[in-house]
């Protein structure tokens, strides 16, 4: 199906290996193909930064600025939506990102959500069932976001507000200064924790009603507890409550291991391959990719019934470790989900089934060739 909104312009100025770049865009996906080191993954970055959160890298944004180049960096869009266009574009300000919207300041980073969501699968990501559960707890948060654009504010004011409970426990200070934080904590670990709780819930239940699709394996999701030693609250409230209290309980142990033992920054995501009932870590490294790709489907999915919006899709490298029929079967599914998909690789050979359905441009060494 059709997009029903795409981006129609890109521009990058210093950004990464880019000195400047412009892209003029069709509703169709685009392949982008070159040498590795040549940008192509930049380019996505640069996309991927058209959403609350720091990209696909996770980069300080300090970090993205092209080398050797004194203008600040930026990347700028043009969406064209059911609505009309809309000119999105976010880049270094005086006191750090900023992010404007048709030509006038926005007043969050989420305000972009709006008019786009944004997901992405990078080689990073092929080991995600099977590494530390952080990189986990990050994937979902990330997933999180695209239907809740204020979760990565929330994560990030919390682990902040985390920070500061360390060095206070370290310091020794004042219980009443520890209170106010962890109070702070707990209102900011529940919402997390909900939002959580509510997405996956949501997600688990689109994939159950497409278990039997050939193309890519369903997996089934849940959340390690949250509390060890009590049953989890089913209100908000009482969420908050009972992290207070661990908190409280806590500071004694805490301050010996010099860090928060317990609370919504130690939940783990748990994955099953559906299909084998066996955990996602003890699959073989193609099973995995296989997962990752059919969850980020399924993802997108249901952003699109939830949010009205189907997210564009950064795939980097998605084809060079799938097999013919798999490839099919992505491309396939990339064009019912109805967005416009952005996808890198180094053999255009491995695009030829796309036709016409793609533009193509060559990236060499910071330069877009069509």
């Not at 919006?309 to 990339?334: T, V, W």
Request: aromatic share 6%; hydrophobic share 45%.
């Amino acid at each position: 199906m059709p997009p029903s909104r795409y981006i129609a312009r890109l521009r990058l100025t210093a950004f990464r290996n880019y000195t400047t770049a412009a892209l003029d865009l069709d509703p169709r996906h685009l392949v982008l193909t070159g040498p590795n080191g040549s940008g192509k993954t930049n380019l996505l970055e640069a996309l991927s930064l058209l959403a609350p959160g720091r990209g696909l890298r996770g980069a300080k944004f300090e970090t993205l600025q092209a080398h050797a180049v004194e203008q600040g960096w930026a990347v700028a869009a043009t969406i064209e939506t059911p609505e009309g266009a809309v000119d999105v574009g976010t880049g270094a300000g005086p006191q750090g990102r900023r992010v404007r919207i048709n030509g006038a300041n926005a007043r969050s980073v989420e305000s972009m959500s709006a008019y786009l969501r944004v997901l992405w699968l990078t080689p990073a990501m092929d080991g995600l069932f099977s590494g530390p559960a952080g990189d986990r707890r990050r994937f979902l948060d990330r997933l999180v976001t695209t239907l809740t654009p204020g979760h990565a504010a929330t994560v990030s004011d919390y682990e902040r507000a985390m920070r500061q409970r360390n060095r206070l426990l370290e310091e020794d200070a004042d219980p009443a200064w520890l209170k106010a934080l962890e109070q702070q904590m707990a209102e900011l670990g529940a919402g997390i924790h909900v939002n959580r709780v509510d997405s996956i819930a949501h997600l688990q239940a689109l994939i159950e009603q497409s278990l039997t699709d050939a193309g890519f394996p369903a997996a089934r999701l849940s959340l390690t507890p949250l509390f060890e030693d009590r049953d989890e609250p089913h209100s908000i409230a009482a969420l908050e409550e009972s992290l207070l209290a661990l908190w409280g309980d806590a500071r004694r142990l805490d301050r010996a291991a010099g860090r928060t033992i317990y609370g919504p920054h130690r939940v783990d995501l748990e994955v099953v391959h559906a299909q084998k009932g066996v955990p996602a870590a003890l699959g073989s490294t193609g099973e995995q990719k296989a997962l990752l790709i059919g969850l980020i489907l399924a993802h997108a999915r249901l952003v699109r019934q939830r949010a009205g919006i189907a997210p564009f899709m950064l795939l980097d490298e998605i084809a060079a470790h799938l097999d013919a029929s798999r490839r099919a079967a992505l491309f396939q599914a990339l064009d019912e989900l109805g967005s416009q998909c952005f996808l890198t690789g180094t053999d255009s050979v491995l695009f030829e089934a796309f036709g016409e359905r793609a533009q193509r441009i060559g990236v060499r060494e910071g330069r877009l060739f069509t």
